[in-house]
Protein backbone atom coordinates (compact mmCIF):
# COMPACT_ATOMS: atom_id res chain seq x y z
CA UNK A 1 0.00 0.00 0.00
CA UNK A 2 1.50 3.64 -1.00
CA UNK A 3 2.26 5.68 2.28
CA UNK A 4 0.73 8.92 0.48
CA UNK A 5 -1.84 7.96 -1.58
CA UNK A 6 -4.70 10.67 -3.63
CA UNK A 7 -7.80 10.70 -5.29
CA UNK A 8 -9.12 13.33 -7.44
CA UNK A 9 -7.87 15.69 -4.86
CA UNK A 10 -9.77 19.24 -5.40
CA UNK A 11 -8.74 22.40 -3.71
CA UNK A 12 -10.35 25.87 -4.58
CA UNK A 13 -10.27 28.98 -2.21
CA UNK A 14 -12.81 31.71 -2.56
CA UNK A 15 -11.99 34.49 -5.18
CA UNK A 16 -10.08 37.84 -3.53
CA UNK A 17 -12.56 39.92 -6.13
CA UNK A 18 -16.32 40.04 -4.89
CA UNK A 19 -18.57 37.78 -7.51
CA UNK A 20 -15.56 36.42 -9.11
CA UNK A 21 -15.30 32.70 -9.31
CA UNK A 22 -13.51 30.66 -6.88
CA UNK A 23 -9.93 30.18 -7.21
CA UNK A 24 -8.89 25.86 -8.43
CA UNK A 25 -5.74 25.68 -7.19
CA UNK A 26 -5.84 21.80 -7.54
CA UNK A 27 -7.62 20.24 -9.94
CA UNK A 28 -8.51 16.35 -9.75
CA UNK A 29 -5.12 14.88 -8.61
CA UNK A 30 -4.24 11.08 -8.73
CA UNK A 31 -0.95 10.37 -6.75
CA UNK A 32 0.53 7.23 -5.18
CA UNK A 33 3.59 7.29 -3.15
CA UNK A 34 5.36 4.59 -1.81
CA UNK A 35 7.11 3.78 1.19
CA UNK A 36 10.87 4.89 1.05
CA UNK A 37 10.63 6.92 -2.20
CA UNK A 38 12.09 9.93 -2.67
CA UNK A 39 8.91 12.11 -4.89
CA UNK A 40 9.44 15.35 -6.83
CA UNK A 41 6.84 17.71 -7.59
CA UNK A 42 8.02 20.17 -10.44
CA UNK A 43 5.89 23.19 -11.90
CA UNK A 44 5.51 26.46 -12.65
CA UNK A 45 4.73 29.36 -10.23
CA UNK A 46 1.21 28.93 -9.11
CA UNK A 47 1.02 25.44 -10.67
CA UNK A 48 -0.54 24.49 -6.90
CA UNK A 49 2.37 22.72 -5.65
CA UNK A 50 2.59 24.47 -2.49
CA UNK A 51 -1.51 23.93 -1.79
CA UNK A 52 -1.01 20.30 -2.63
CA UNK A 53 1.87 19.92 0.20
CA UNK A 54 -0.43 21.60 2.91
CA UNK A 55 -3.08 18.95 1.78
CA UNK A 56 -0.80 15.98 2.36
CA UNK A 57 0.22 17.67 5.62
CA UNK A 58 -3.87 18.32 6.45
CA UNK A 59 -3.02 21.88 7.31
CA UNK A 60 -5.83 22.64 4.91
CA UNK A 61 -8.71 20.53 4.34
CA UNK A 62 -9.55 19.46 0.77
CA UNK A 63 -12.35 20.70 -1.15
CA UNK A 64 -13.01 17.50 -2.75
CA UNK A 65 -11.45 13.59 -3.30
CA UNK A 66 -9.37 11.59 -0.93
CA UNK A 67 -6.25 11.97 0.65
CA UNK A 68 -4.76 8.92 2.92
CA UNK A 69 -1.56 8.96 4.83
CA UNK A 70 -0.53 6.01 6.59
CA UNK A 71 -3.48 4.15 5.82
CA UNK A 72 -5.76 7.29 7.19
CA UNK A 73 -8.13 8.98 5.62
CA UNK A 74 -7.49 12.89 6.38
CA UNK A 75 -10.83 13.99 4.97
CA UNK A 76 -12.89 14.40 7.42
CA UNK A 77 -10.50 13.96 10.09
CA UNK A 78 -11.23 15.77 13.55
CA UNK A 79 -8.53 18.15 14.80
CA UNK A 80 -7.02 16.02 17.26
CA UNK A 81 -5.88 13.53 15.14
CA UNK A 82 -4.90 15.74 12.42
CA UNK A 83 -2.21 16.65 14.88
CA UNK A 84 -1.26 13.54 16.04
CA UNK A 85 -0.66 12.78 12.12
CA UNK A 86 1.14 16.12 11.58
CA UNK A 87 3.85 14.27 13.96
CA UNK A 88 4.41 11.77 11.58
CA UNK A 89 4.87 14.63 8.92
CA UNK A 90 8.29 16.92 8.72
CA UNK A 91 8.19 19.86 6.67
CA UNK A 92 11.14 21.90 5.78
CA UNK A 93 10.82 25.55 4.06
CA UNK A 94 12.60 27.67 1.44
CA UNK A 95 12.70 30.24 3.88
CA UNK A 96 13.67 27.82 6.97
CA UNK A 97 11.21 29.05 9.39
CA UNK A 98 13.19 29.39 12.32
CA UNK A 99 12.30 30.35 15.70
CA UNK A 100 14.74 33.85 15.56
CA UNK A 101 14.67 34.18 19.12
CA UNK A 102 15.37 30.52 19.99
CA UNK A 103 18.61 28.56 20.15
CA UNK A 104 19.36 26.16 17.81
CA UNK A 105 18.90 23.54 19.93
CA UNK A 106 15.85 25.25 21.28
CA UNK A 107 14.44 25.26 17.57
CA UNK A 108 15.82 21.31 17.65
CA UNK A 109 13.94 20.72 20.91
CA UNK A 110 10.64 22.54 20.03
CA UNK A 111 8.07 20.30 18.39
CA UNK A 112 9.99 17.00 21.16
CA UNK A 113 8.33 19.62 23.94
CA UNK A 114 4.56 19.71 22.10
CA UNK A 115 4.98 16.47 21.11
CA UNK A 116 5.62 16.34 25.51
CA UNK A 117 8.82 14.59 25.31
CA UNK A 118 10.64 13.98 28.72
CA UNK A 119 13.54 16.01 29.18
CA UNK A 120 16.23 14.02 29.80
CA UNK A 121 14.54 11.89 26.13
CA UNK A 122 14.71 15.43 24.40
CA UNK A 123 18.40 16.73 25.14
CA UNK A 124 19.71 13.17 23.87
CA UNK A 125 17.47 13.39 20.71
CA UNK A 126 18.83 17.09 20.04
CA UNK A 127 22.18 16.14 20.71
CA UNK A 128 21.65 12.75 18.42
CA UNK A 129 19.89 15.15 15.50
CA UNK A 130 22.86 17.73 15.33
CA UNK A 131 25.27 15.16 15.30
CA UNK A 132 23.29 13.40 12.05
CA UNK A 133 23.26 17.47 10.61
CA UNK A 134 26.52 18.11 11.58
CA UNK A 135 25.75 21.28 13.90
CA UNK A 136 26.75 19.62 16.99
CA UNK A 137 29.14 22.65 17.61
CA UNK A 138 26.20 25.02 17.19
CA UNK A 139 23.86 24.11 19.63
CA UNK A 140 23.82 27.26 22.07
CA UNK A 141 24.34 29.57 18.37
CA UNK A 142 20.91 31.85 17.23
CA UNK A 143 19.90 31.55 13.76
CA UNK A 144 20.96 35.22 12.84
CA UNK A 145 24.58 33.59 13.80
CA UNK A 146 24.21 30.86 11.05
CA UNK A 147 24.92 30.96 7.15
CA UNK A 148 21.58 30.03 5.13
CA UNK A 149 22.99 25.67 4.22
CA UNK A 150 23.75 25.87 8.21
CA UNK A 151 19.89 27.19 9.38
CA UNK A 152 18.65 24.68 6.18
CA UNK A 153 20.47 22.01 8.50
CA UNK A 154 18.71 23.18 11.41
CA UNK A 155 15.68 22.66 9.73
CA UNK A 156 16.05 19.30 8.67
CA UNK A 157 16.72 18.36 12.42
CA UNK A 158 13.83 20.22 13.69
CA UNK A 159 11.84 18.56 11.14
CA UNK A 160 13.36 14.76 11.88
CA UNK A 161 12.41 15.33 15.44
CA UNK A 162 9.50 13.31 15.89
CA UNK A 163 11.57 10.66 14.03
CA UNK A 164 8.82 11.26 10.95
CA UNK A 165 8.24 8.76 8.33
CA UNK A 166 7.50 11.23 5.60
CA UNK A 167 9.16 14.25 4.92
CA UNK A 168 8.01 17.32 2.89
CA UNK A 169 10.21 19.98 1.33
CA UNK A 170 9.05 22.86 -0.22
CA UNK A 171 11.64 24.74 -2.31
CA UNK A 172 14.12 23.59 0.66
CA UNK A 173 17.11 25.01 -1.35
CA UNK A 174 15.79 27.22 -3.62
CA UNK A 175 17.65 30.31 -1.13
CA UNK A 176 21.14 28.72 -1.04
CA UNK A 177 23.57 28.84 -3.71
CA UNK A 178 24.83 26.22 -5.87
CA UNK A 179 27.80 24.79 -3.51
CA UNK A 180 25.34 25.22 -0.52
CA UNK A 181 22.16 23.34 -2.58
CA UNK A 182 24.51 20.30 -2.83
CA UNK A 183 25.80 20.24 0.87
CA UNK A 184 22.34 20.11 1.79
CA UNK A 185 20.90 18.08 -0.77
CA UNK A 186 23.51 14.96 0.43
CA UNK A 187 22.04 15.87 3.70
CA UNK A 188 17.95 14.82 2.59
CA UNK A 189 19.89 11.70 0.36
CA UNK A 190 21.18 10.05 3.76
CA UNK A 191 17.80 11.01 4.89
CA UNK A 192 16.33 9.22 2.71
CA UNK A 193 18.47 6.16 2.69
CA UNK A 194 19.53 6.18 6.51
CA UNK A 195 16.99 6.74 7.96
CA UNK A 196 14.43 5.29 5.33
CA UNK A 197 12.50 8.63 5.85
CA UNK A 198 9.78 8.79 2.46
CA UNK A 199 10.13 12.33 0.99
CA UNK A 200 7.90 14.88 -0.97
CA UNK A 201 9.78 17.36 -2.35
CA UNK A 202 8.61 20.82 -3.93
CA UNK A 203 11.04 22.51 -6.65
CA UNK A 204 11.94 24.08 -9.76
CA UNK A 205 15.49 22.96 -9.78
CA UNK A 206 16.91 20.53 -11.44
CA UNK A 207 19.50 20.04 -9.70
CA UNK A 208 17.13 18.65 -6.59
CA UNK A 209 15.12 16.37 -8.91
CA UNK A 210 18.08 14.82 -10.40
CA UNK A 211 19.93 14.06 -7.28
CA UNK A 212 17.24 13.38 -4.78
CA UNK A 213 13.40 12.43 -6.46
CA UNK A 214 13.05 8.65 -8.17
CA UNK A 215 10.10 9.77 -9.52
CA UNK A 216 8.65 13.15 -10.53
CA UNK A 217 5.13 14.83 -11.04
CA UNK A 218 4.82 17.47 -13.06
CA UNK A 219 2.11 20.40 -12.40
CA UNK A 220 0.06 22.66 -14.58
CA UNK A 221 -2.85 25.03 -13.83
CA UNK A 222 -3.61 22.77 -10.33
CA UNK A 223 -3.32 19.19 -12.72
CA UNK A 224 -0.58 16.86 -13.04
CA UNK A 225 -0.14 16.76 -16.60
CA UNK A 226 2.50 13.93 -16.38
CA UNK A 227 4.14 11.51 -14.05
CA UNK A 228 6.54 8.78 -13.77
CA UNK A 229 10.27 7.49 -13.41
CA UNK A 230 12.64 10.92 -13.37
CA UNK A 231 14.67 10.08 -16.36
CA UNK A 232 11.86 8.98 -18.41
CA UNK A 233 9.45 12.26 -17.96
CA UNK A 234 13.13 14.52 -17.98
CA UNK A 235 14.33 12.83 -20.71
CA UNK A 236 11.40 12.38 -22.78
CA UNK A 237 8.58 14.24 -21.62
CA UNK A 238 5.44 13.16 -23.85
CA UNK A 239 2.69 16.15 -22.75
CA UNK A 240 3.25 20.08 -24.56
CA UNK A 241 2.92 21.74 -20.78
CA UNK A 242 5.26 19.00 -19.75
CA UNK A 243 7.57 19.54 -22.37
CA UNK A 244 7.65 22.88 -22.17
CA UNK A 245 8.51 22.87 -18.33
CA UNK A 246 11.21 20.77 -18.63
CA UNK A 247 12.85 22.57 -21.48
CA UNK A 248 13.54 25.83 -18.93
CA UNK A 249 15.91 23.09 -16.77
CA UNK A 250 17.29 20.71 -19.83
CA UNK A 251 18.98 22.56 -22.64
CA UNK A 252 17.02 20.96 -25.45
CA UNK A 253 17.01 21.52 -29.19
CA UNK A 254 17.56 25.43 -29.50
CA UNK A 255 14.95 28.00 -30.17
CA UNK A 256 14.23 29.72 -32.99
CA UNK A 257 16.24 32.78 -31.15
CA UNK A 258 18.73 30.89 -29.83
CA UNK A 259 19.21 29.64 -33.61
CA UNK A 260 19.69 32.76 -35.36
CA UNK A 261 22.31 33.30 -32.61
CA UNK A 262 24.17 30.39 -33.46
CA UNK A 263 24.08 30.58 -37.27
CA UNK A 264 25.50 34.23 -36.99
CA UNK A 265 28.76 33.31 -34.72
CA UNK A 266 29.23 29.63 -36.17
CA UNK A 267 29.51 28.90 -39.84
CA UNK A 268 28.63 25.66 -41.22
CA UNK A 269 25.88 23.09 -40.87
CA UNK A 270 23.72 23.54 -37.13
CA UNK A 271 21.90 20.00 -36.27
CA UNK A 272 21.18 18.62 -32.73
CA UNK A 273 22.00 15.32 -31.93
CA UNK A 274 19.48 13.91 -29.12
CA UNK A 275 20.85 10.89 -26.72
CA UNK A 276 18.65 8.94 -24.61
CA UNK A 277 20.61 6.51 -22.43
CA UNK A 278 23.34 6.01 -24.44
CA UNK A 279 26.39 7.00 -22.55
CA UNK A 280 28.69 5.22 -24.49
CA UNK A 281 27.06 6.40 -27.91
CA UNK A 282 28.76 10.20 -27.78
CA UNK A 283 32.29 8.71 -28.26
CA UNK A 284 30.95 6.30 -31.50
CA UNK A 285 29.19 9.70 -33.36
CA UNK A 286 32.57 11.67 -33.05
CA UNK A 287 33.94 9.18 -34.57
CA UNK A 288 31.79 8.67 -37.35
CA UNK A 289 32.10 12.09 -37.96
CA UNK A 290 36.09 12.44 -37.63
CA UNK A 291 35.84 9.59 -40.13
CA UNK A 292 33.91 11.17 -42.72
CA UNK A 293 36.60 14.17 -42.53
CA UNK A 294 34.27 16.76 -41.15
CA UNK A 295 34.62 19.62 -39.14
CA UNK A 296 32.98 19.96 -36.08
CA UNK A 297 31.93 22.11 -32.71
CA UNK A 298 29.92 22.02 -29.85
CA UNK A 299 28.34 25.24 -29.90
CA UNK A 300 25.00 24.61 -27.31
CA UNK A 301 23.24 22.16 -25.10
CA UNK A 302 24.49 19.50 -22.69
CA UNK A 303 24.22 16.62 -21.43
CA UNK A 304 22.51 15.25 -18.10
CA UNK A 305 22.89 12.27 -16.19
CA UNK A 306 20.63 10.65 -13.93
CA UNK A 307 21.57 8.15 -11.64
CA UNK A 308 24.26 6.65 -14.15
CA UNK A 309 21.38 7.00 -17.21
CA UNK A 310 22.35 9.77 -19.51
CA UNK A 311 20.96 11.27 -21.97
CA UNK A 312 21.17 14.87 -23.64
CA UNK A 313 20.98 17.17 -27.05
CA UNK A 314 24.83 18.48 -28.00
CA UNK A 315 23.66 20.85 -31.12
CA UNK A 316 26.96 20.91 -33.44
CA UNK A 317 27.93 23.42 -36.17
CA UNK A 318 29.18 21.12 -38.73
CA UNK A 319 31.71 21.89 -41.65
CA UNK A 320 32.37 20.03 -44.84
CA UNK A 321 30.66 19.19 -48.15
CA UNK A 322 27.13 19.05 -47.73
CA UNK A 323 26.77 15.52 -49.14
CA UNK A 324 29.89 14.26 -46.96
CA UNK A 325 27.63 16.08 -43.93
CA UNK A 326 24.00 14.18 -45.05
CA UNK A 327 26.19 10.82 -45.47
CA UNK A 328 27.84 10.95 -42.17
CA UNK A 329 24.70 11.50 -40.37
CA UNK A 330 23.24 8.72 -42.46
CA UNK A 331 26.04 6.37 -40.40
CA UNK A 332 25.25 7.68 -36.74
CA UNK A 333 24.47 4.86 -34.03
CA UNK A 334 21.24 4.08 -33.04
CA UNK A 335 19.77 6.29 -30.17
CA UNK A 336 20.98 9.22 -31.81
CA UNK A 337 18.22 11.23 -33.19
CA UNK A 338 19.15 14.24 -35.15
CA UNK A 339 17.07 17.52 -36.26
CA UNK A 340 18.91 19.61 -38.63
CA UNK A 341 18.05 23.09 -37.71
CA UNK A 342 17.58 25.32 -41.05
CA UNK A 343 20.28 27.12 -41.75
CA UNK A 344 20.60 30.25 -44.35
CA UNK A 345 22.70 28.81 -46.83
CA UNK A 346 22.30 25.22 -46.60
CA UNK A 347 18.83 23.19 -46.83
CA UNK A 348 17.96 21.62 -43.93
N1 LIG B 1 -5.08 30.80 0.49
C1 LIG B 1 -5.33 31.03 -0.79
N2 LIG B 1 -6.37 31.83 -1.18
C2 LIG B 1 -6.62 32.06 -2.49
N3 LIG B 1 -5.90 31.55 -3.50
C3 LIG B 1 -4.85 30.76 -3.19
C4 LIG B 1 -4.51 30.46 -1.82
N4 LIG B 1 -3.42 29.65 -1.83
C5 LIG B 1 -3.07 29.45 -3.13
N5 LIG B 1 -3.94 30.12 -3.94
C6 LIG B 1 -3.91 30.15 -5.43
O1 LIG B 1 -3.83 28.79 -5.87
C7 LIG B 1 -2.95 28.67 -6.99
C8 LIG B 1 -1.83 27.70 -6.69
O2 LIG B 1 -0.94 28.27 -5.72
P1 LIG B 1 0.29 27.47 -5.07
O3 LIG B 1 0.96 28.37 -4.10
O4 LIG B 1 -0.19 26.15 -4.58
O5 LIG B 1 1.20 27.25 -6.36
P2 LIG B 1 2.73 26.81 -6.42
O6 LIG B 1 2.84 25.89 -7.59
O7 LIG B 1 3.17 26.29 -5.11
O8 LIG B 1 3.45 28.17 -6.75
P3 LIG B 1 4.79 28.80 -6.09
O9 LIG B 1 5.91 27.95 -6.63
O10 LIG B 1 4.80 30.19 -6.60
O11 LIG B 1 4.61 28.69 -4.61
C9 LIG B 1 -2.48 30.09 -7.29
O12 LIG B 1 -3.32 30.61 -8.30
C10 LIG B 1 -2.67 30.82 -5.98
O13 LIG B 1 -2.88 32.18 -6.20
Known amino acids: MPLVSLRDVRKTFPSATRGAPPVT ?40 GSI ?44 LRVAGTP ?34 RVGIARALATSPRLLLA ?38 VVQTLADKVA ?38 ADEQAVLRARHPGRLVTLSFHDAGSTQAEVFSALSRAGLGFELVFGGVNDIRGRVFGHLTLALTGPDAVVEQALGTLPDGVTVTRLPNGDVRG
Open 25 to 64: AVDGVDLDIEAGEVFGIVGYSGAGKSTLMRLVNGLEPVTS
Open 119 to 152: RTEIDRRVDELLGFVGLADKAGSHPEQLSGGQKQ
Open 218 to 255: VMDGGRVVEQGDVFDVFSAPQQPSSRRFVSTVVRGVPS
Open 170 to 207: DEATSALDPETTHEVLGLLKRVNEELGVTMIVITHEMD
Open 68 to 111: TVGGTELNGLPERELRRLRIGIGMIFQQFNLFTSKTVRGNVSYP
